[in-house]
């Protein structure tokens, strides 16, 4: 029987890994699909504390794999089916054909990135769709391509993608950024980068090989049609939370981020903590997550301590 299984390594799952380790909870760490979370789709971190120069975001998750480690959390590439609470008050990961039980489970599961809902886009990644500038955008130099949306991560994404495209239209479907300043400005200061306010992408088009060649662009003002050619689309339009899996031991909102006590992370079953960009659909930042990370070992360390 584990004490604590820490489900996700993303900014919020290592740093709970580096606090139940201190604690001598010996915590197992599962993976997910995605060892190190978004940070490992990202550039340059700026705004992590510490780091004056900035750091990559796969070198910051690297490095917290590294402290987690050190004080003896154990890693498993393993992605979770299930998790149910027994008779007994413990609980059951299941993974695969494997099932691991634990006093307490903390879910930093993090989210993934939201698409568009257009009909045959799931076909098209890896075709001239994309959600990752960092993996993607160097195989687009000298062409035209776009972003979809108005946030930071739109603005940073296309802001790394004139480093290769010869044009990078940022499509959004307002006439301002949601962005925050810093980033806005940044993003329209470049050259290479051509706003296309009131706009929707409403179909992609592609060639003879099933590759993205344009996309149809709806005017939310006069609801007029246009095509933009450009050879892949770069999608930034949020996330989905990674909660399907808790089932029922979670209350979630309308948008499946996991609902926490206020001001904890403790959630309505006893034992379950959330932390991170399940459960945080306000602040999303690499040290808002790591900050509940903490929180979450903290309070299973306390419960646990109770219990015994
Ligand atoms: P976000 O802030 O939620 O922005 C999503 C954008 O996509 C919004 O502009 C939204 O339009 C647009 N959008 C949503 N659904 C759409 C749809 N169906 N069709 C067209 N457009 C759609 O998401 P984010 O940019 O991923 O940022 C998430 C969080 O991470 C934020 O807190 C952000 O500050 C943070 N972040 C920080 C950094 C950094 O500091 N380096 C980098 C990236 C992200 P509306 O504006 O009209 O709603």
């Avoid at 750091?55 to 910051?60: D, F, K, S």
């Avoid at 008779?87 to 494997?98: L, P, W």
Wanted: charged content about 25%; some cysteine; glycine content about 10%.
């Amino acid at each position: 029987m584990e004490n604590v299984i820490i489900i996700g390594t993303g900014c919020a799952g290592y740093t709970a890994a580096i606090y139940s380790a201190r604690a001598n909870l010996e915590p197992l760490m599962l993976t997910g699909t995605q060892p190190g979370g978004q940070l490992t789709t990202t550039t340059e971190v700026e705004n992590f504390p510490g780091f004056p120069e900035g750091i990559m975001g796969p070198e910051l998750m690297t490095n917290m794999q590294q402290q987690a480690e050190k004080f003896g959390a154990r890693i498993e590439f393993a992605n979770v089916d299930a998790v149910v609470k027994t008779e007994a008050g413990h609980f059951e990961v299941k993974t695969g054909d494997k099932t691991l039980e634990s006093k307490t489970v903390i879910i930093a599961t993090g989210a993934a990135p939201r698409h568009l809902g257009i009909e045959g886009e799931k076909e098209l990644i890896g075709h001239g769709l994309t959600s990752c500038a960092t993996c993607d955008g160097a195989f687009y130099r000298d062409v035209p391509v776009c972003v979809i949306g108005g946030g930071d991560s739109a603005c940073e994404e296309a802001d790394f993608l004139t480093r290769f495209a010869s044009k990078v239209y940022l499509i959004h479907r307002r006439d301002e950024l949601r962005a925050s300043k810093i980033m806005a400005d940044r993003a329209l200061a470049n050259e290479k980068i051509e706003p296309v306010w009131n706009s929707v992408v409403t179909d992609y088009l592609t060639d003879d090989e099933g590759e993205m060649r344009a996309v149809t662009l709806k005017n939310t003002e006069d609801d007029s049609e246009s095509e933009l050619e450009v050879k892949c689309v770069f999608v930034a339009i949020g996330h989905i939370p990674n909660s399907g899996f808790v089932g029922d031991l979670v209350d979630t909102d309308d948008n499946g981020y996991i609902i926490q006590k206020p001001g904890r992370t403790a959630t309505k079953t006893p034992g379950l903590f959330a932390a991170g960009d399940v459960a945080d659909h306000y602040y999303r930042q690499a040290i808002t997550a790591a900050g509940q990370g903490c929180a979450a070992a903290l309070e299973a360390e306390r419960l646990l301590a109770e219990s015994d």
